[in-house]
């Protein structure tokens, strides 16, 4: 039985590796060079594998810079440092692992519900789904060079891990999960609401005894902190102020909360590359005087972001995204009518709660609900196999 599992896991690896390394090899030649956000990753990639630390040419001068976080960026030198700066074989590599995306959804599924049937359909849709084979819009896929295909994959390996302490108590699983969950810190910086959520619930389910989740729990959150001490402490030493992420939590902020916010990133004159972390702290004010001053709009707003993160319309309601839409409605269905309420279920919740959470405190935006949609695909095979249960026990 093994075996065979296995080597229908081997299949569906090979089944989404060859759909994604088309993506990759198929792609328009101007979409070669990376533009926008890639742009960005590239040129501070690039100064790392050279030497030059974690910069960006300012002004005719290598400068430090902190308004991105260095998880993708590290990801891309290390691929420059040992195969040269060819986007061909970061792209490749980014295909690798989204094909590995589907054996993690496997093992995921497979230890919350104990059901390999529920695995494997997780795998295949997984495998199958366009937006994580070419992308939706001007977002997905490992043929951009965006953060969010690293950040899947670190974020799932770290799940994983997480789930595995949680059920066994394995030490050695509760230090990985702390490093993995470091560095998907380090990597998007919204994921830092998860952690928080994280440890509020394991309270919570251990009945508000704090030397309880101390005791079991201290070493993964210990790893969490290391993997993003160094980090921390270069910021320190650079501009002398406690950044533990980066420096545009203000900018962010202020973008979904505005006279002009509806919902989505509205406009301002703050760039994501400005440096001055002082600005950025007089947007953070600027948003939380903006709210105060307007109390009756917070809830329409806060409302229209959870609809434009969530909802299967995207660019304005222009475009509707149906590959998404099938995996919200099953996936929907199973968590209303058919999940387990057990604690390692329950993390995947979390996890859809923290991005919906950082939405609200920011603003709505389909390309970051896009990581956690893999979540939603797992819910959608629970749903599709008590379908299919009920179906033969009807027969």
Not at 8 to 27: D, E
Not at 97 to 121: E, H, M, Q, R
Not at 200 to 221: A, D, E, G, P, Q
Not at 227 to 245: C, G, Q
Request: glycine content about 8%; charged content about 15%; aromatic content about 16%.
């Amino acid at each position: 039985m093994k075996n065979n599992m296995a080597k229908i896991l081997f299949g569906i690896f090979i089944i989404a590796l060859f759909l994604r390394l088309s993506t990759v090899f198929n792609q328009k030649d101007i979409d070669k060079v990376p533009r926008g956000d890639a742009s960005a990753y590239d040129q501070i990639a690039l100064n790392l594998a050279s030497g030059n630390g974690f910069s960006q040419v300012k002004d005719g001068s290598m400068t430090p810079v902190v308004y991105r976080t260095p998880g993708y960026p590290m990801f891309l030198a290390g691929i420059y440092y040992i195969f040269g700066h060819h986007y061909i074989i970061a792209r490749i590599i980014q295909a690798i692992l989204g094909a590995l995306y589907c054996i993690i959804t496997f093992l995921i599924s497979n230890i919350i519900y104990d059901d390999p049937k529920i695995g494997l359909v997780a795998s295949l849709c997984t495998a199958l789904y366009k937006p994580f084979i070419s992308g939706f819009h001007y977002y997905g896929g490992p043929a951009l060079m965006y953060s969010e295909s690293f950040f899947m994959f670190i974020v799932g390996l770290a799940i994983l891990a997480l789930l595995y302490f949680i059920k066994k108590g394995d030490i050695k699983s509760g230090m990985l999960a702390g490093f993995l969950m470091g560095l998907a810190l380090l990597t998007r910086p919204e994921f830092a609401i998860f952690p928080v959520l994280l440890v509020i619930y394991l309270l919570y389910v251990s009945h508000l005894s704090i030397k309880r989740v101390l005791r079991k729990y201290f070493i993964l959150y210990l790893f969490t902190i290391l993997t993003m001490s160094p980090w921390v402490a270069r910021n320190y030493i650079v501009y002398k102020e406690f950044i533990p992420l980066s420096s545009i939590g203000g900018y962010a902020f202020s973008r979904g909360n505005n006279s002009l916010a509806n919902g989505a990133m509205s406009s301002t004159s703050f760039s994501w590359e400005d440096e001055d972390i002082q600005k950025n702290k007089e947007y953070f004010r600027m948003g939380i005087e903006y709210l105060k001053n307007n109390p009756k709009r917070i809830p329409s707003l806060f409302i229209k972001k959870i609809l434009v993160h969530w909802a299967p319309f995207e660019d304005g309601f222009k475009r509707f995204n149906s590959f998404y839409a099938f995996i919200l409605f099953f996936g929907s269905i199973g968590i209303l009518f058919f999940r387990k309420k057990i604690i390692l279920e329950n993390i995947l919740l979390l996890i859809l709660l923290s991005t919906t959470l950082a939405a609200v405190i920011t603003y709505g935006e389909p390309r970051y609900r896009y990581p956690y949609e893999l979540y939603l695909i797992m819910f959608s095979a629970l749903t599709f196999s008590k379908m299919i249960k009920r179906m033969r026990c009807g027969l």
